[in-house]
């Protein structure tokens, strides 16, 4: 079994930043996928940015150029770096691991951007 525990989120003014992380534990192989979703009220959930194990990374264009995704792979561990924040980054984030046939997912964690 694989958990996820998020850090980092909470209340910020527009233009500022916040660091996300994501701690994987359990059974999760060397070759896999790591990354961030994010979802707002009344909204579905889309991907925000996520990172394979190899270090490509897939970056959504709404935060492309303001928010970074970085992992350390000894730690199993995914970071998100949110620079300039805007009310529309307000949503509930939430970590996401995968790999072969399975798809894991963590609690969330609220970030509110306030104007």
């Known amino acids: 079994q694989v958990q996820l525990v998020e850090s980092g989120g909470g209340l910020v003014q527009t233009g500022g930043s916040l660091r996300l992380s994501c701690a994987a534990s359990?059974?999760?192989?060397?070759?896999?996928?790591m990354g961030w979703y994010r979802q707002a009220p009344g909204k579905e959930r889309e991907l925000v940015a996520v990172?394979?194990?190899?270090?490509?990374?897939n970056v959504a264009d709404s935060v492309k150029g303001r928010f970074t995704i970085s992992r350390d792979n000894a730690q199993n561990t995914v970071y998100l770096q949110m620079n300039s924040l805007t009310p529309d980054d307000t949503a509930v984030y939430y970590c996401?691991?995968?790999?072969?046939?399975?798809?894991?997912w963590g609690k969330g964690i609220l970030v509110t951007v306030s104007s």
């Open positions: 996401n691991v995968k790999f072969i046939g399975m798809n894991y």
């Open positions: 359990g059974s999760i192989p060397r070759i896999n996928v």
């Open positions: 990172t394979i194990s190899g270090g490509a990374t």
